[in-house]
């Protein structure tokens, strides 16, 4: 399906928590894109989105079959994206979804299979591999600077949510946790920079039994059951060959890991957290001094969030853009249902393999999407 030359994709946002303030915010910021309408569980919510954003509020089933949205994009809870998105492609729309694609890799290939069957797009977040740390570290890695990858280490560590989150307990159940929570960042990363996995190996246990509530907020001192593991560590094979440590972790309340390097036959590579779009990429050839690249002056690489003291760069919506573009040009977008499901394959078999101290091969594949070239990237502002 493409869409006419010249048009703007209608976007309908569902799911209007806190999250869905950067994206309504980021949605001025791109050509190919306008926003129609949102629908909220919470119809209040959605009320004070529209006012806030100009848009109509609408109900869900209503937002579903309104002609004016193109495309759904699903902002709700992990365990609700399954069935709004695939509730949107049943009726027609594309879709760009938050992550994780699905809380299982068999509902995540119902997704794929579902839009390929309907001729639509599927996209799903993250989308912050297209960002200028992301597109400065992928240029790297297709000119050869570390010549062919060996080995690496990727880390997100920290102390979990309940001391900042007023109802973090969904966070701590079978869908979430560090891997399912925060995984989607480093590992999409990992998989736009080397390719596919191949196969797994993990050992995943859990720091507390028992999670305390220290945030503001009616759940404030009060403890909830954790239902997933919190700690976990994994070795990547990949199928060009190299392998990648993962950890993954929210019972550390402080380390020096960088959150990703990687090391080749003709140098290292150190990237920044990849939950943002910008920070600074680093380059070591053959064991000389580290030659950094900051983002702060480069396309999707300044800082802009939070907005009243900007600290980081988050152009959430940038994924939404390409998919935008892709219709346009009939092509399968960059952060796409297939990337997404390849992740979710991954992540569900790094619990698997946890749970069973067993390696597990992974069956799917997927194509390392296409770098994002510079003149593209700009092309894709208003």
Request: with cysteine; charged share 20%; hydrophobic share 40%.
């Amino acid at each position: 399906m493409q869409a006419k030359s010249g048009t703007k994709l209608g976007i309908g946002v569902i799911g209007c928590g806190n999250i869905s303030m950067t994206y309504l915010r980021n949605a001025a910021l791109f050509s190919g894109v306008e926003l129609r309408a949102c629908a909220d569980i919470s119809a209040d919510m959605a009320a004070l989105r529209a006012r806030e954003y100009g848009i109509r509020a609408l109900g869900v089933d209503a937002l579903l079959s309104d002609p004016e949205v193109d495309l759904v994009l699903n902002l709700t809870v992990p365990s609700a994206h399954f069935d709004i998105t695939h509730s949107a492609l049943s009726a027609g729309k594309h879709v760009f979804t938050e992550k994780p694609l699905a809380t299982s890799a068999s509902d995540g290939r119902r997704l794929v299979a579902e839009a390929a069957k309907r001729g639509l797009l599927l996209g799903s977040a993250p989308d912050t591999f297209l960002g200028a740390a992301g597109r400065r570290a992928r240029r790297l890695m297709d000119e050869g600077a570390i010549g062919r990858a060996v080995t690496g280490t990727a880390f997100m560590m920290g102390r979990g949510m309940e001391h900042w989150h007023p109802n973090p307990q969904f966070y701590y159940q079978p869908g979430g946790g560090p891997v399912f929570d925060m995984g989607p960042y480093y590992l999409t990363m990992l998989v736009n920079l080397l390719g596919p996995v191949a196969r797994v190996m993990a050992m995943a246990t859990r720091g507390q039994e028992e999670r305390l509530i220290t945030a503001e907020g009616p759940y404030k001192n009060t403890s909830f059951r954790v239902g997933t593991p919190t700690n976990i560590l994994s070795l990547l094979e990949f199928r060009s060959g190299a392998t990648v440590a993962f950890g993954a972790s929210w019972d550390v309340f402080r380390h020096s890991n960088h959150p990703i390097e990687l090391h080749g036959t003709e140098g290292s590579l150190r990237l920044p957290d990849p939950d943002t779009f910008g920070g600074t990429v680093s380059l070591s050839a053959r064991g000389d001094d580290w030659k950094d690249f900051a983002s702060e002056n480069e396309l999707y690489g300044a800082r802009n969030w939070p907005y009243a003291a900007p600290d980081r760069a988050n152009y959430r919506m940038l994924g939404v853009a390409d998919l935008a573009r892709s219709l346009a040009e009939g092509r399968r977008p960059r952060a796409s249902g297939e990337l997404a499901l390849h992740v979710l394959e991954i992540m569900e078999a790094i619990l698997a393999s946890g749970e069973s101290c067993n390696s597990v091969a992974l069956v799917g594949t997927v194509d390392q999407p296409p770098l994002l070239g510079e003149d593209e990237a700009a092309s894709l502002l208003a």
